[in-house]
């Protein structure tokens, strides 16, 4: 089974938002990565000479934050999904500072889903819409387990949504 398949069927039974950012940030990483060659000049050479040694495990192209730089100075992605990959970090790191595991009925997953440039496009603000009508729907209709379920599915499809954004980017 391949990585990348491993890495969804641990993010589709994440149990809380911190395991979840947790697991979507280590497959956008192995993305960004897997793609970083087609990057460069397409030579055996510059690869074997400039690009290898730039991708080793103590390279300096390890961190999802230098490899996305790196793919946007050069044009190879988009502001927007620029931003979402930087977003998915920023609140991973926010994750990682408190004291408890977020879960995913947290309020600041809510505005991690409502800040992501992949979710904001018309065809997608489906998901968006569907999530502020069940936390802003009045108590007898609102459940906090449907809720957190619509959460989990929004944030794994946006994390696929975005692996996809980055290849179709890259590779066109």
Do not use: W
């Amino acid at each position: 089974m391949s990585q990348n398949v491993e890495l969804l069927e641990t993010v589709e039974e994440c149990d809380d938002a911190t395991s979840f950012l947790h697991a979507s940030n280590k497959l956008i990483n192995l993305k960004l990565k897997a793609l970083l060659p087609n990057i460069f000049v397409q030579d055996e050479l510059v690869m074997e000479y400039a690009v290898e040694p730039l991708l080793k495990e103590g390279g300096p192209l390890v961190t999802t934050d230098v490899v996305s730089k790196l793919m946007f100075a050069m044009g190879k992605i988009s502001l927007e999904t620029y931003a979402d990959i930087g977003l998915y970090a920023q609140v991973l790191e926010y994750a990682q500072s408190q004291p408890d595991k977020l879960s995913f009925g947290d309020d600041m997953i809510y505005d991690f889903i409502s800040n992501q440039a992949i979710l904001s496009t018309q065809q997608d603000s489906f998901y968006l819409e569907s999530i502020n009508q069940l936390k802003f729907s009045s108590f007898e209709v609102f459940s906090q387990m449907r809720y957190e379920s619509l959460i989990k599915t929004v944030l794994k499809l946006s994390c696929e949504m975005l692996l996809e954004k980055i290849e179709e980017e890259i590779t066109q």
